[in-house]
């Protein structure tokens, strides 16, 4: 069955330090990719998806992601974390029409 | 993105009635709706998947006859949480998906509903 794994639960990082968070997916075929956003108590935003071709992407606020078949990986990432990054992270997989999405990583940023 | 909106935003209401949430693509037209349960702190569970003029499906484990959903034009969809308890207090979100996204599965979320039962 496929499945995703968000392995950091919580990570907290300095305004203006680089962010990286992990997704690791588990899918027999070429996996359409995404990753969303989520503030407090708001729906989800979408960051950037993949779905074939370039295996850096590009997303909005600044982040960008890269699919690694090898290592069955999107992180997502941001070479500089600005106070405002600071929310709940998913990443999902499209599994046979449905979103399956990780369990996700809160995003803390300090001064 | 698409434009998806939801009414109400917040609820609060007692055990026992029931509770509908709108939930609207403003910009394009949606073949295909999806509604979410997110408990707190925790990821977004699929709950049933809804085609325009269709009946609903519904994932496992999902009451059918307690989450009454109707997608009865391409804009349009709504959720009844039926005879409400305390344990269906929960953050429902819908997404929708238009038919240039079928293939690649893109939704786009609606900014979720707070219900609270007492």
């Known amino acids: 069955a496929q499945s995703v794994t968000q392995p950091d639960i919580h990570i907290t990082v300095s305004e203006g330090a680089s962010l990286e968070l992990r997704c690791n997916y588990s899918?027999?075929?070429?996996?359409?990719l995404f990753w969303y956003v989520q503030s407090p108590g708001q729906g989800l935003q979408l960051l950037l998806k993949y779905f074939s071709g370039d295996t850096l992407v590009q997303g909005i606020k600044g982040f960008e992601a890269e699919f690694k078949r090898s290592q069955s990986s999107f992180n997502l990432r941001k070479p500089s974390v600005h106070w405002s990054d600071a929310a709940e992270y998913f990443c999902a997989v499209d599994s046979w029409g449905k979103l399956q999405f990780g369990a996700g990583t809160q995003v803390v940023v300090t001064p | 993105g698409a434009v998806v909106s939801q009414h109400p935003s917040r609820v609060i209401c007692k055990s026992g009635t029931s509770v509908k949430i709108e939930c609207r693509s403003l910009?394009?037209?949606?073949?295909?709706m999806f509604w979410y349960r997110q408990f707190p702190k925790q990821s977004l569970m699929l709950m049933a998947t809804s085609n325009e003029g269709s009946k609903a499906t519904y994932e496992q484990g999902v009451e059918k006859d307690k989450f009454l959903i109707n997608h009865a034009s391409l804009t349009l969809s709504t959720l009844t949480v039926t005879s409400a308890h305390p344990e269906d207090s929960s953050f429902y979100i819908c997404?929708?998906?238009?038919?240039?996204?079928?293939?690649?599965?893109?939704?786009?979320f609606g900014p979720g509903t707070r219900l609270t039962v007492l």
């Open positions: 997404s929708t998906r238009g038919e240039a996204s079928v293939r690649y599965n893109e939704q786009f």
């Open positions: 899918y027999g075929a070429t996996p359409y």
């Open positions: 910009d394009f037209q949606a073949t295909t």
